[in-house]
């Protein structure tokens, strides 16, 4: 059964969280859980005043990234609520008391996005993530793991008897009896992203080849289910027979985007996990249908959100948003100044939708056109009121489509011809908010011309060559240095770490070799300038360790430099992988941060280190990813950097694992509208590359990476506007 047979209904919609739903859970007769890219877990209680309703809870806040797969605990001694388990892109592990709304256990040990949940009758809970691994965790503690696939792990499902079932990027699935792989499902030709049980039958699975397959677990296909047009991101199966689907071609989801997860309620209700924030329950109760009858301004009064909808801010002034209040509709247009939604009044529309101006989205318009722009395109709505300028009307309409420019002159002889309107004047001052291009001329091309390339030509995608700090302070690193070392004379404990006037004078030495870079191809360091570093570096309190490191982060550019280095790590002598380990552990300094990131990225300039780099890629990111709580702009533009320049390695030596824990990290800040200019535009570069040059296209899909382009397309800054053009034009390529 289909939403488009007829048979289910939009009955309630679950509003509160503020980005993408990406996760379904549900918790016995208690209520539904939910999880977002906003950060937080959320419980729906039933609303005992409506049939299919359901009232906000508790909000659970903990995850400091997105928030994926959920499970369920059912009420015992120790949760007597029961509890909700929850997977983040943080790679934690979290069991929340639905109680107390308090995490219990945060369980720590995965290297990158948990990706799947399940819950053992015995209350073990068994996690799997993109870094390969399962792992069984006990009461809060690791009890065992193992790497379960070579690539990304997707999904894991527990059978009733006990054994797993596992979904990965490799397009396979695993049958596992503890640690012991017991077979093989092979089939799909795509990533295996969601896994279901279906009662007395087998597994479903559904990919990202757009199919849906029930397995048996002799290895045997029993059943292809093919329709959907994009990926497949989830499937469930209901006691009845029934199986649903969710994915990015919007089955199953009458609102815009895709999918991300679907779950039948014992009921036979279904509820969706949308990327528009909002989570949605769908019935087939004659009932329910019957209420849909009335409309307010060409919508079914029952689809149109609460009060509590008022709560989110609008995203461009003058926004317009139409409100359930009661049995009406209400208008409210968003005002950017003041910052709230001012009413504008009541929308009035008869049972039937008579009305003498056409609506579009809950609003009246002169017209609103049916645009067909053939090449197998579908049908767009083009709303128009006969006091609008046509051509800022076509302008704002191709952005928002998404259209080409080159389309302009036409869509306006289409409007004025349409609406009867002559003697507009050509408007030739627009310009394209992400390229910069003027709008289209008239008398010049009119449709869309035939690519001489193959492939689509990127602004910024994919980066070549590695980003360097290579701009040093140095009378102010001296300064600092003198400063520490005449406060450790001064301190009778601590006087015997300080300087001879001879190392000092040294010292001085080496700086100003590093300063004089024209004369770096004759300039040279003995061993004696690197163990005077090191000593400085081991025998010094955290505290006065950066304008040190800061030395070696120039020391490391210098050829000679660069070196005496790489020789001491060869025989043992790791000074780098040393200090990183030393400044990353408690108390973390922002200013040790801040440099060993610096020292660490400028080893890219040099491909004697890259096998170093590659050999603690892993160790590096996933240290700094746990130091975050101590990051500012400058530690985050340098993390960035080292994000970026490890993307171009890690392409360059074709490591999908690596690769894939890159994206990871990257997409973390990427994600954020707040941050940093330049962080932000690394991270989306990194991203855009190792989709572009990479091998883990499919895992950046699956992360949802569509959003983060077209929120990065949104901003107002034009490097991170073009760059998430970029990303999103490599979404829709083959």
Known sequence: MSLESGGYVLSCQLRGHEDDVRGICVCDVAGIATSSRDRTVRFWSPDPGKSHGYVLSKTLVGHSSFVGPLAWIAPNDSLPEGGIVSGGMDALVLLWDLAKGEVVDTMKGHRMQVTGLAVAENGDIISSSLDCTIRCWR????????????????????????????GSSDATLKLWGGKTCLRTFSGHADTVRGL??????????????????????????????????????SVDAHKSGLIASGGEDRFLKIWRDCVWDVKFLDNGDIITACSDGTARIWTSHIETRRNRAKKVGGLNLVDLPGLEALQIPGTHDGQTAVIREGDNGVAYSWNSIETKWDKI???????EGNTNRAMHDGVAYDYVFDVDIGDGEPIRKLPYNRSDNP???????????????SFRQQIVDFIMQNSGQRDFSFDPSFRDPYTGANAYVPGGPSRREPSNSTRPTFKHIPKRGMLLFDVAQFEGILKKVAEFNNSLFSDSVQKGLSLSELEVSRLSAIVKALKETSRYHTSTFADSDLALLVKILRSWPLSMLFPVIDILRVFILHPEGMGLL??????????????????????????????????????????????????????????LSSCKQYFNKNIYVSYSTLLLNYAVLLIDIKDQQGQAQILSAALDVAEDVNQDVVSRFRSLVAVGSLMLSGLVKSIAIGFDVKAIAEAAKASQEAEIAQVGADIELLITEP
């Not at 051509?391 to 420019?405: G, I, Q, R, V």
């Open 139 to 166: 009461k809060g503690q690791l009890v065992e793991f193992w790497e379960a696939h070579k690539v990304a792990i997707q999904a894991v499902l527990m059978l009733p008897s006990g054994e797993l079932i596992t």
């Open 196 to 233: 279901a049980m279906m009662s007395d039958m087998g597994i479903l699975s559904a990919s990202h080849d757009g199919s849906i397959r029930l397995w048996a677990l002799t290895g045997e296909v029993l059943m292809e289910l093919v329709g959907h047009a994009s990926l497949v991101y």
């Open 345 to 351: 009044g009541e929308v009035v529309d008869g049972p």
């Open 391 to 405: 051509y800022t009307t076509a302008d704002n309409w191709l952005l928002k489509e998404d259209l080409p420019l």
């Open 566 to 623: 790489l020789k001491h790590v060869d025989e043992g002598n790791d000074i780098l992988m040393e200090m990183f380990r030393k400044v990353t552990v408690s108390p973390v300094l922002a200013s040790n941060l801040l440099t060993i990131t610096r020292a660490i990225s400028n080893l890219f300039k040099h491909s004697r280190f890259h096998k170093w780099l590659h050999l603690h890629h892993s160790e590096i990111i996933d240290v």
